[in-house]
């Protein structure tokens, strides 16, 4: 069974903090994104990485960023939280058939 | 970019048959797919289908795609209290983009 892990449920973080949230899977998958969701929108691409220490802007990097440093662990970074990123963050990995994604618990973040 | 529209809510009753629909833009779309949300955590792929297909069904649950109309259905018969959740249709626009729709909140009266 794959399995991806994010490193917490939820988190309180204040404006202007720096924000680390891990996403790890334990299949060997090449392939990791992170996503937010929020109502009504759907899950929005944030980043994604095709390999180690290789990322690529989805559709709303602004305000994010990324670190690929080992196969199995994908960090979403906030640099100085703002109060519209408070949201439900997901993770998810996928090795080469398109059609298997899979999808950790989320984290939801509330910035204050 | 792609645009996946869904209807927000669905309500129906215990053991009849739920359908949810999808309409997407992109005409070069390889895979589809329905994900399942539950309350307090992530996504469960329930079911996809290849573009070359019309149907596939998988137990209680069928999927339809009409392509010439960029339309996808989710039908859940038998419909039960497990089922209530948020329906997510998404589609496949690159080898790593998946669009998502904004989902469908499915709840299942006794």
């Known amino acids: 069974d794959v399995k991806v892990t994010q490193s917490s449920r939820y988190l309180v973080k204040r404006t202007g903090e720096k924000v680390f949230l891990e996403c790890v899977q334990d299949?060997?998958?090449?392939?990791m994104f992170w996503y937010r969701q929020d109502p009504g929108l759907g899950l929005r691409l944030i980043y994604f990485s095709y390999d180690v220490k290789m990322k690529e802007k989805g559709d709303i990097p602004e305000g994010y960023s990324v670190s690929r440093e080992k196969k199995e662990r994908f960090s979403l970074i906030l640099e100085s939280a703002s109060t519209n990123q408070t949201s439900m963050y997901l993770c998810?990995?996928?090795?080469?058939?398109?059609?298997?994604?899979?999808f950790g618990p989320g984290t939801r973040l509330t910035v204050t | 970019g792609e645009d996946v529209e869904q209807s927000l809510f669905l309500s129906v009753r215990e053991g009849d048959s739920s359908v949810i629909n999808c309409t997407y833009t992109?005409?070069?779309?390889?895979?589809l797919y329905w994900y399942k949300q539950e309350p307090g955590a992530g996504l469960q792929l329930l079911t996809y289908?290849?573009?070359?297909?019309d149907m596939k069904q998988d137990q209680r649950l069928t999927v339809l795609l009409n392509k010439k109309d960029k339309h996808l259905s989710l039908r859940i018969a038998d419909t039960q209290t497990g089922d209530s959740a948020i329906y997510f249709c998404?589609?496949?626009?690159?080898?790593?983009?998946?669009?998502f729709g904004a989902g469908t909140t499915v709840t299942v009266r006794a």
């Open positions: 998404a589609v496949q626009t690159n080898d790593y983009k998946l669009s």
């Open positions: 992109d005409s070069s779309s390889t895979y």
């Open positions: 299949m060997d998958h090449e392939n």
């Open positions: 998810a990995s996928r090795g080469d058939r398109l059609y298997e994604q899979y």
């Open positions: 289908i290849f573009s070359n297909m």
